[in-house]
């Protein structure tokens, strides 16, 4: 049974404590900048070592951790990590920076230690649906793809502030949805956007609140996402389209509710709906590869050669922005 030490003690460090216990892992430390905070999630995934300084799990003798901090923090730990020979989980995108990614890149190369970004969206039902009806021909080719994805997020919270996310782009699009879609379209070539700031605008706050990017995917595919913090009211505004020639998904991914998908063929007199209410819990299958890969098995779908590219991704999407001008990767 895997020992797994955490760093962290939010909510998604007890969303993914609790995935990788259910996978058959021990948790054998949490640290945390407030020892309370530490002690409570230690006490609620069975683990009795707490610490204040994340250094100190290398006294619990773990096989890997769990890294779900902010970002601007989170590079330290994740080099120290494999500086220490530990595998690690990275809840978010694999760095804050692309020169900080390509350090872990090399670093677990090195040292042949797994590291897995934390886009749990690859482990979910409804994108290795989408993944497998695309690539098994059913829609055409793809003509191009559109997504939404705004999310009301707290200005107090630490995605809002721009030292500690990374900015907008990096702690959101990259998830929703510019990994999934690569993962089933293949690789970016150039990128284009446009970005305002006109909700909160307190010093500090993220620079790109909203934003409108257009990525070329490989096979000439265009693929245009509006994504952001300002998500007014009930607005229907999480959901993601790929249109081919001879067919489309309708695609809302899971997220507080169950996954919706509908699925238009040509030809046919009805519209195709796609049920997901037995579908795993994406986090826990996540969770169960990290472990599997640890024992040797099949690599994670997140390796950091591949999470490298979501940084750039996000870089770009900024240079666009900023520079006025379209990026080519």
Request: aromatic fraction near 6%.
């Amino acid at each position: 049974m895997r020992r797994i030490g955490i760093v962290g003690a939010g909510r998604m460090a007890r969303v993914r404590g609790r995935a990788l216990l259910a996978a058959g892992a021990t948790i054998c430390g949490v640290a945390a900048r407030h020892m309370e905070s530490a002690r409570k999630l230690g006490r609620e995934l069975g683990s009795g070592d707490s610490f204040d300084d994340y250094r100190r799990l290398a006294d619990a003798r773990p096989d890997a951790l769990l890294v779900e901090v902010p970002h601007a923090v989170q590079d330290e730990i994740v080099l120290w990590a494999l500086g220490q020979g530990l595998s690690v989980l990275v809840g978010g995108c694999l760095a804050s920076t692309v020169r900080a990614a390509e350090e872990i890149v090399r670093l677990a190369a090195r040292r042949r230690l797994v590291v897995e970004a934390g886009y749990q969206a690859r482990y979910s039902t409804e994108w290795e649906t989408a993944r497998r009806l695309v690539a098994g021909g059913d829609l055409g080719r793809i003509v191009a793809v559109r997504s939404i994805a705004l999310w009301p997020a707290d200005p107090a919270s630490w995605y809002y502030d721009q030292a500690q996310s990374g900015g907008m782009p990096l702690a959101h699009m990259t998830y929703c949805f510019l990994n999934p879609v690569r993962w089933i379209l293949g690789q970016p070539l150039r990128v284009s956007a446009f970005a305002n700031r006109k909700h909160h605008t307190a010093p500090g706050l993220i620079a790109e609140e909203t934003c409108v990017a257009n990525v070329l995917l490989v096979d000439d595919v265009p693929y245009s996402l509006v994504a952001g913090f300002v998500g007014p009211g009930r607005l229907p505004a999480w959901s993601v389209t790929f249109i081919g020639t001879q067919g489309a998904i309708d695609l809302v991914p899971a997220e507080e509710s169950r996954a919706v998908m509908v699925v238009y063929r040509e030809g046919a007199k009805e519209a195709q709906p796609i049920d997901f209410a037995t579908a795993p819990d994406a986090f826990e299958a996540q969770a169960r590869a990290f472990l599997a890969a640890l024992d040797g098995g099949p690599d994670v779908r997140n390796p950091p050669q591949d999470a490298l590219v979501d940084v750039q991704i996000a870089e770009a999407i900024v240079r666009s922005v900023r520079e006025f001008r379209t990026i080519t990767m």
